[in-house]
């Protein structure tokens, strides 16, 4: 494991900061945030009008002294004030209370798996501002491992798959580290932005920044796989016009659309299974690979990863949130440390 789990054991919280949400498990009460990482801004003033969910919605309907930002992109906090005062927002003054009574506040986050220095630097820095005295790193990849019930710290491979946002983590565990690991730069937001560019392509249509979920839309059902419903009616406006209209799109035709990302996903699995030793691409032959993260549920993703690697795929029981389920767990100490050597214990 990335740290020991005596010192996560001693940790008060955990921060889970992806590029579309962020999560926070506090020790005893469990997963108390659960937000899109967004916040909107008054550019007059400097001050925050709203965090989460509230400013999610407000993106793309905003007067012109309001901006809507992301503090973290591409996996990686890019703003850092921004991103404490999202989270001091997101965790209310009762909880923050909570956590300031604590004489030595010891935090837990999970960074991707190649976070660069200057990542890392930037996740300890924000929760450094919000009191932390010491900062835990755990590997996404070992965090949401441990969150969807792998047996990590077994002598046996487990090939986890994390579908966020940003980027796609694949690795394959074993002996609680990992042994081969891929981080691919293409997640669901690239998925999503390769529909609205093909409707806008092909059928001239614009789709409303969010509230839509394009992909929903188009894929509802079976979609990615040739199983799927034939065609779907989405609503959108008119690049031309600006009118508000409505077309049938082909839903082949958006799986094709699709295709050149995941293309890099497989590309990813590929090489880490070229790269894993036999014996343990023999135990994920039976084992397969397990989904984790939010992408995780697009529609027929996972058929699609089995016709292409030919073995078997799951997808964790609530996807999103095993990352920092993981952290939570170790948090309380529910994860049994693996004695590399009983004989001297
Ligand atoms: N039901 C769903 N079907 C398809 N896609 C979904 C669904 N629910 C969430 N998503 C997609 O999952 C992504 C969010 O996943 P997740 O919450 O794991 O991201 P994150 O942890 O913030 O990102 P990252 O780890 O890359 O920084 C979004 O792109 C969203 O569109
Ligand atoms: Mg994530």
């Known amino acids: 494991m990335t740290v020991s789990l005596e010192l996560l054991r001693r940790c008060h919280f955990a921060v ?16 108390v945030v659960d937000q899109p990482s967004v916040v909107a801004v008054n550019t007059r003033t400097g001050g925050l009008i709203a965090v989460g969910e509230f400013a999610e919605k407000m993106t793309g309907k905003t007067p012109g002294y309001i901006r809507v930002q992301r503090p973290i992109s591409g996996g990686t906090i890019v703003d850092i004030e921004m991103a404490q005062r999202m989270l001091r927002h997101l965790l209310g003054d009762k909880m923050r209370r909570t956590l300031r009574r604590k004489p030595r506040l010891r935090a837990a986050a999970c960074t991707p798996h190649d976070a660069d220095p200057l990542a890392q630097r930037a996740t300890i820095e924000t929760l450094v501002g919000l009191g932390a005295r010491r900062v835990e790193l755990v590997d996404t990849l070992i965090a949401a491992a441990v969150g969807c019930g792998l047996p990590v710290e077994r002598p046996e491979a487990t090939m986890i798959m994390v579908c966020g946002a940003a980027a796609t983590q694949v690795a394959v565990l074993s002996l609680g580290s990992i042994v081969t690991a891929e981080r691919i730069p293409v997640g669901g937001e690239a998925v999503d932005h390769a529909i609205v560019q093909h409707l806008r392509h092909r059928h001239e249509l614009m789709l409303p920044s969010q509230a839509v979920r394009p992909l929903q839309l ?4 079976n979609g990615l796989t040739p199983h799927g419903p034939a065609s779907t009616e989405i609503h959108g406006r008119d690049v031309a ?19 050149t990302p995941l293309t890099a996903v497989l590309d990813g699995i590929g090489k880490v299974l070229r790269d894993c030793p036999p014996d343990l691409v023999a135990d994920l032959a039976d084992r397969g690979i397990m989904m984790v993260g939010g992408s995780a549920l ?22 999103d949130v095993c990352a920092v389920q993981g952290l939570g767990a170790m948090l309380e100490g529910r994860i049994d440390p693996l004695l590399l050597d009983p004989l001297a214990a």
């Open 16 to 31: 889970d900061m992806g590029a579309a949400r962020t999560r926070v498990y506090v020790k005893g009460a469990g997963l």
């Open 218 to 221: 188009a894929l509802s059902g």
């Open 298 to 319: 697009l529609p027929g993703l996972d058929q699609m990863l089995r016709q292409a690697t030919g073995i078997p795929v799951h997808i964790a029981e609530r996807p």
């Open 241 to 259: 016009t600006g009118l508000a209209r409505s077309v049938h799109v082909d839903t082949a035709a958006v799986r094709d659309a699709i295709q």
